[in-house]
T-cell receptor, first 109, second 115 residues
């Protein structure tokens, strides 16, 4: 079945550092891929999405490219801020939504 | 425009009891999905409702059941509660119809604790 494997955390970075969170997937067909972010005490918020191969999703300085050849959807940001501290989830949508285990990011000033 | 709303926000039950959680989808959305998120884990898909019927189901026992009403709101019922049912229960809605890849909008969840 469909599944998502996400880079384990936690990840701790200094402000303005470069961020990469790895995500790979296994799927049949042509799923859509998503990154969601969860702040403490809240539900998940959609960060970005890509619906087909080579699509690049972007939002708030975050980017991820749908790579079919490597079955990956890595999240990147060039310069993180303290306010980016949260848990990030990679997700895949086929007939249902499958989530990775989440990566906790802490950004220190 | 209200987003997805869930009630209650917190709930404490004891083993063997039954619980009902409620969800109102975002305006304009007709599809509701329920997820269980254990502490430190990603959400696990329970089931999805569309047109008042359960359309997809994850790997959860029959103790977990649901309902969707004509106004698209939904309930999640869990019978014979176990300690392992303690988790954050998330509701998500989408304006997707059948078998869509549209992103889902999540509520803030109901924190269920089983004593």
């Amino acid at each position: 079945g469909n599944s998502v494997t996400q880079m384990e955390g936690p990840v701790t970075l200094s402000e303005e550092a470069f961020l990469t969170i790895n995500c790979t997937y296994t799927a049949t067909g042509y799923p859509s891929l998503f990154w969601y972010v969860q702040y403490p005490g809240e539900g998940l918020q959609l960060l970005l999405k890509a619906t087909k191969a080579d699509d690049k999703g972007s939002n708030k300085g975050f980017e991820a490219t749908y790579r079919k050849e490597t079955t990956s959807f890595h999240l990147e940001k060039g310069s993180v801020q303290v306010s980016d501290s949260a848990v990030y989830f990679c997700a895949l949508s086929g007939n249902d939504m499958r989530f990775g285990a989440g990566t906790r990011l802490t950004v220190k000033p | 425009d209200a987003g997805v709303t869930q009630s209650p926000t917190h709930l404490i039950k004891t083993r063997g009891q039954q619980v009902t959680l409620r969800c109102s989808p975002k305006s304009g959305h007709d599809t509701v999905s329920w997820y269980q998120q254990a502490l430190g884990q990603g959400p696990q898909f329970i089931f999805q409702y569309y047109e008042e019927e359960e359309r997809q189901r994850g790997n959860f026992p029959d103790r977990f059941s649901g309902h969707q009403f004509p106004n698209y709101s939904s309930e999640l019922n869990v019978n014979a509660l176990l300690l392992g049912d303690s988790a954050l229960y998330l509701c998500a809605s989408s304006a997707s119809g059948q078998y869509s890849n549209q992103p889902q909008h999540f509520g803030d969840g109901t924190r269920l604790s089983i004593l």
